[in-house]
């Protein structure tokens, strides 16, 4: 009888231990899942792949391209190279809603493009984007149009001198 109760014993004390050693290895799952809050999604979104590392910037009037370690702007300009990359990889925006762009449509004019290449990658990032009074419409790396509050000199060097938009 004895020797029963004391199997039983340990046999409980085996099924507690192993249960314990399941909760420990599942502890840091548990904790991350239930008792840590998830940081905030940001609302501001990356024009440019934050992943990804810039080759180089293409438009129709000039191109910045990143060689031996430095950045080449084809175009003379009053904004540095380095500088005017900078504007671009760091470049965030607020993200427009489907409705919030339906009922902008209307207004926008045709499109402008510029292409994002990154090392490593084979295509470009097409960013189309449309200049509104107020503010600047782009298609972000996410497929995602955000919109961003910057002067045009911000983010374009000037070409000539004899006509700006």
Do not use: C
Request: glycine share 2%.
């Amino acid at each position: 009888m004895q020797s029963t109760s004391r199997r039983r014993r340990w046999n409980n004390l085996l099924i507690l231990g192993v249960v314990a050693f399941m909760l420990l290895l599942n502890l840091p799952t548990l904790i991350k899942n239930y008792l840590i809050d998830a940081p905030p999604e940001s609302e501001h979104s990356y024009l440019l792949d934050p992943s990804q590392q810039l080759k180089s910037l293409y438009s129709s009037k000039w191109s910045l391209t990143y060689q031996q370690q430095n950045w080449i702007l084809s175009t003379p300009s009053s904004i540095e190279p380095k500088d005017l990359a900078q504007r671009w990889i760091s470049l965030v925006g607020t993200e427009i809603s489907d409705e919030q762009y339906q009922s902008l449509k209307a207004n926008l004019s045709s499109p402008s493009s510029i292409e994002a290449w990154y090392l490593d990658q084979e295509e470009p990032q097409r960013i189309t984007f449309y200049q509104l009074p107020q503010f600047w419409l782009l298609k972000n790396w996410q497929d995602k149009w955000i919109a961003v509050t910057v002067d045009k000199s911000y983010l374009f060097p000037e070409v000539s001198s004899s006509h700006s938009n």
